[in-house]
Structures are given as structure tokens and as C-alpha cells.
T-cell receptor, first 109, second 113 residues
Framework: KNEVEQSPQNLTAQEGEFITINCSYSVGISALHWLQQHPGGGIVSLFMLSSGKKKHGRLIATINIQEKHSSLHITASHPRDSAVYICAVNRDSNYKLTFGKGTLLTVNP | GAGVSQSPRYKVAKRGQDVALRCDPISGHVSLFWYQQALGQGPEFLTYFQNEAQLDKSGLPSDRFFAERPEGSVSTLKIQRTQQEDSAVYLC???????????FGQGTRLTVV
């Protein structure tokens, strides 16, 4: 079993829909990252969080440390949001990132 | 610099050829990481530098892989005698601290034929 599990693996939505991507982890962590990767492109850091909730524009990330679960929400989705969204964790205070396999989001106009 | 820069963006190598991949991190960033991403998978850790010191190379898949960061800034990942299974995207990331927001480069897509 992977230490970081994401669901769903693939998600197709219509423009304007509210989107939720989930991440569960099975190890102790010091931080959790949400990353975005466009096809053929590099990875962009969206959020780094260790508790609570963060918001940036239409993106919201939450984390529940007790349940070892995080969610990434996108409000009013747009086709330009189409990308792979990756959850990654720093185990305890370790510098290494352990990655989930990613969620491929496609937003249709 | 403005961001993490990697070169080349694409590299096709014949099996058995040596390759060198370059990473230019954000100026002043202490931490530098190399990750390998196979098609359809999440990145996997290769190695970690803190300034010029290579503190962790546990993820390097074989002794054909070698990384250096001699002056604590630019890093080079070298793969000797490339094999087909080395085909992947190689990502470099830098961070201001040991555990901090990671800034990734565009990656180098290596194809070994």
C-alpha cells in the first residue's frame, strides 16, 4: 500500500463545477503539499500546509491531522485548471517528499 | 534567478551513452533535490543536497547515477551507460530550508533508445 493515496485517479468536470480531490496518508508528517503539473510541464507548488486550511484564489486546501486526510477544492472550475494534481508529504521532519500518484483533472468547456 | 531552470528540456540518448542533466536552482536556496518521474507515476526521490553537501543519495537506482553540486548552487545529475529503464522525466527542486515550499524546474525528459 502506498504511503500517500489520492482519489480519484481521474476526474472529468464541466466548467463551473466545484471539484474536490482527496489525499490520505499513512505516516506521520510535518507538512503536506499540493502540487500542479500540466502535461509536458514542470510542477508548481500550490499549497504547503501542516494544519487547518489555506485559500488562494479559487483554490482551497484543508488538512485533518487526526484523520490523516487532506482535500484540495477548486471552486468555479475552468478548462485552464485541467492538469495533474499531486499530493506529497514530508514524513515527520524529513526533507524528502513522498508523492501520491496524482489525480488527472479534465475540465470541459 | 527567477525560478528553477533545468537543461536540456529533452534528451534522446542511445543505450550505453553517458548523459548530464543540469539544474540551476533559485539563488540562495540551501536545499536541492533530484526526483525521477516515470510515465503516469508520481516523482520518486533520487538525492538531496544541503548546500554543496550530498546528504542523501539513497534513491539513486544504481552506481551509474551520480550527482554533484560543487559550489552549492548549480547541480548536475550524470547517468553513465544509459539503459532503457532510465527513460523518465528528471525533476530538480530547490527550497530555502530543509523542510519548506519546494520550487520545481520544468524537468528534463530523457528517452533512451
Amino acid at each position: 500500500k502506498n504511503e500517500v493515496e489520492q482519489s480519484p485517479q481521474n476526474l472529468t468536470a464541466q466548467e463551473g463545477e466545484f471539484i474536490t480531490i482527496n489525499c490520505s496518508y499513512s505516516v506521520g508528517i510535518s507538512a503536506l503539499h499540493w502540487l500542479q503539473q500540466h502535461p509536458g510541464g514542470g510542477i508548481v507548488s500550490l499549497f504547503m500546509l501542516s494544519s487547518g486550511k489555506k485559500k488562494h484564489g479559487r483554490l482551497i486546501a484543508t488538512i485533518n491531522i487526526q484523520e490523516k486526510h487532506s482535500s484540495l477544492h477548486i471552486t468555479a472550475s475552468h478548462p485552464r485548471d485541467s492538469a495533474v494534481y499531486i499530493c506529497a508529504v514530508n514524513r515527520d521532519s524529513n526533507y524528502k517528499l513522498t508523492f501520491g500518484k496524482g489525480t488527472l483533472l479534465t475540465v470541459n468547456p | 534567478g527567477a525560478g528553477v531552470s533545468q537543461s536540456p528540456r529533452y534528451k534522446v540518448a542511445k543505450r550505453g551513452q553517458d548523459v548530464a542533466l543540469r539544474c540551476d536552482p533559485i539563488s540562495g536556496h540551501v536545499s536541492l533535490f533530484w526526483y525521477q518521474q516515470a510515465l503516469g507515476q508520481g516523482p520518486e526521490f533520487l538525492t538531496y543536497f544541503q548546500n554543496e553537501a550530498q546528504l542523501d543519495k539513497s534513491g539513486l537506482p544504481s552506481d551509474r547515477f551520480f550527482a554533484e553540486r560543487p559550489e552549492g548552487s548549480v547541480s548536475t545529475l550524470k547517468i553513465q551507460r544509459t539503459q532503457q529503464e532510465d527513460s523518465a522525466v528528471y525533476l530538480c527542486a530547490s527550497s530555502a530550508w530543509t523542510v519548506g515550499e519546494a520550487f520545481f524546474g520544468q524537468g528534463t525528459r530523457l528517452t533512451v533508445v
